[in-house]
């Protein structure tokens, strides 16, 4: 009977009715028809699924990053990131991805990384040569980083839905993002090299300016570094982070004298509208998730799998292929929500360490946010960079490639995900 459920699932999407209101419909739907649970099951799911302490760093993150994006940190990690590596063939696009990395450990959300210091990004490339689509596109792509470096509320969502540990999965995404920022850096170059790309050459620094540089980025450098600070040596909880991370950063822009009090209500608004929309998914898709739990798809699944093999990579490559595809017309944070309850315990019963299945995963679904028809961050891109959806769609189709040699990479080589949390934790 679990067909019915994603058959009507099925039909409200191709109906285009919202998939936030889609996996609650299919829910109430299937449950009035089958009678096998309770309807009252459906308000239930969706209280408790909100009831996670760990859910609170998510807002606290994503406040903590508008607040750097209002005080003008954005531009002082530009302009280090462009003191470092500007000079390099490729340029601009090179400072693009560095300074990705540096804001990585601030907000911890794609989009966040993408509006903010996306429109810095962008508007410098535009002014030393670069077309607009491909600012665009080197933008889009470089912010997929953000969630893979901690902090990552991508990885808090699945660290609460697997029931793992987030300093475990923060640590883990650590080697994988920065192997991210190496592999797109080396295709830059070589589009660079190879002309495929016009790619203006920025002066090299000297080394005092590279060192007036630092200093004004130094205080955004420091976020990044005692937030990692305080997951290895096991101060605060992340959620705890999230709040230090939130007064550090108004501080710092009252400090600095670039945080005013209508930036502070900007950022707050903007902190209330990406969470809500984020809650209200968490709560839309938990009941969807508890019914395929209470079904037993799980077992079915595992038991489906190992039919075709029982060799976890091979199993592995499937479920890739399946979650690209899924990236593809879904919301990264609905896939999590169903999905993982399901995919978790199959992965597990296959003897693959849940932490390395959600650095796998997150890369998974992150790679979806840039592919359509969805990709929520080629829309978010379209409209800061004021181009057309089909020339950034053209410009960025080139990086899937590296995208996908990575994810290989992360799928079969689980210590690049593991070996850091093994080694901090004495594992």
């Known amino acids: 009977m679990i067909w019915l459920l994603l058959l009507i699932l099925a039909v409200l999407v191709l109906f285009e009715m919202p998939i936030v209101f889609a996996l609650p419909t ?24 909100l009831e996670s302490y760990v859910l609170l760093a998510i807002p606290l993150f994503i406040f903590a990053g508008n607040l750097f994006n209002s005080a003008g940190i954005s531009t002082r990690i530009f302009d280090f990131a462009a003191a470092c590596v500007g000079h390099i063939r490729g340029s601009l696009a ?35 040569g670069f077309s607009a689509e491909f600012s665009a596109a080197i933008t889009a792509v470089s912010s997929i980083i953000g969630p893979i470096i901690p902090p990552s509320g991508i990885m808090i969502i699945y660290a609460v839905l697997a029931d793992v540990s987030v300093p475990d999965l ?32 920025v002066p090299r620094k000297t080394p005092s300016e590279i060192s007036f540089a630092f200093w004004r980025a130094l205080p955004a450098l420091a976020a990044p570094v005692f937030l990692i600070g305080g997951i290895l040596l096991g101060f605060a909880t992340p959620t705890q982070l999230g709040a230090l991370t939130v007064i550090y950063a108004v501080f710092l822009g ?22 809500g929309a984020l809650v209200f998914i968490i709560a839309a898709a938990t009941p969807f998730s508890a019914i395929l ?12 799998l190992l039919s075709i093999s029982e060799n976890p990579l091979i199993l592995l ?36 360490d849940p932490v390395h299945f959600g650095i796998v995963m997150v890369v998974n679904l992150l790679i979806g946010t840039l592919t359509p028809p969805f990709g929520v961050l080629l829309f978010v891109m379209a409209e800061v960079a004021k181009v057309e959806y089909r ?37």
């Open 293 to 304: 739990a209470l079904e037993g798809i799980p077992q079915q699944l595992a038991t489906l």
């Open 26 to 49: 299919s829910a109430i739907l299937y449950l009035t028809i089958t009678d096998s649970f309770p309807p009252m099951l459906v308000v239930q799911r969706v209280a408790s699924g």
């Open 317 to 352: 490559l499937i479920v890739n292929i399946a979650l690209l595809i899924f990236g593809m017309v879904m919301d990264t944070t609905a896939i999590l929500l169903v999905a993982v309850p399901v995919l978790v315990p199959v992965m597990k019963a296959l003897g693959i």
């Open 170 to 201: 923060f640590l883990a995404g650590i080697v994988p993002g920065i192997l991210m920022a190496i592999f797109l850096m080396i295709f830059v170059y070589w589009l660079a090299k190879t002309e495929r790309i016009e790619a203006p050459l």
């Open 391 to 427: 020339p950034l769609l053209k410009q960025t189709i080139p990086f899937y490639l590296p995208l996908i040699i990575f994810l290989g990479l992360v799928t079969f080589v689980p210590s690049l995900s593991l070996s850091l949390p093994d080694f901090v934790f004495g594992r």
């Open 94 to 128: 090179h400072v693009n991805i560095v300074a990705s990395v540096i804001f990585s450990g601030m907000s911890g959300v794609a989009q966040a990384d993408a509006a903010g210091l996306g429109a810095v990004e962008v508007r410098e490339m535009k002014r030393r």
């Open 254 to 275: 009252f400090a600095t004298r670039e945080l005013r009090f209508s930036f502070l209500w900007k950022s707050t608004k903007e902190t209330i509208v990406t969470c």
